[in-house]
């Protein structure tokens, strides 16, 4: 399963992926993959996305981030309170449900 963390640089939201990845780990979710990279490669990326999670910095990307992944997965927003908290576990937990 692959969760994506898109931001402008690819770089904001590294500590949350590490947050996340932490969380998952807890939780033994051995099959989840979480990643941050910037917009620009997304549409490399796209393909393999179970969802993709943007940062709050680019919302006004939202409507262009869902145009490129063309309904093969949710494209969401990361709260902007989970994300300037860093709470890897309520992000991660928000990326699970909308999957299932």
């Known amino acids: 399963m692959n969760i994506y963390l898109v931001?402008?640089?690819?770089?904001?939201?590294?500590?949350?992926?590490?947050?996340?990845?932490?969380?998952?780990?807890?939780?033994?979710?051995?099959?989840?993959?979480i990643e941050a990279f910037s917009v620009e490669i997304l549409d490399e990326k796209a393909d393999m996305a179970d969802?993709?999670?943007?940062?709050?910095?680019?919302?006004?990307?939202?409507?262009?981030?869902?145009?490129l992944v063309a309904g093969r997965c949710p494209v969401e927003l990361i709260d902007m309170k989970d994300y300037g908290t860093i709470n890897g576990q309520k992000v991660l937990e928000k990326a699970l449900k909308l999957i299932n």
């Open 51 to 67: 969802i993709v999670l943007l940062g709050p910095q680019i919302r006004h990307m939202l409507g262009d981030v869902r145009k």
């Open 7 to 33: 931001c402008n640089a690819g770089m904001s939201t590294s500590i949350l992926v590490r947050r996340m990845q932490e969380a998952a780990a807890n939780q033994k979710l051995d099959h989840v993959e």
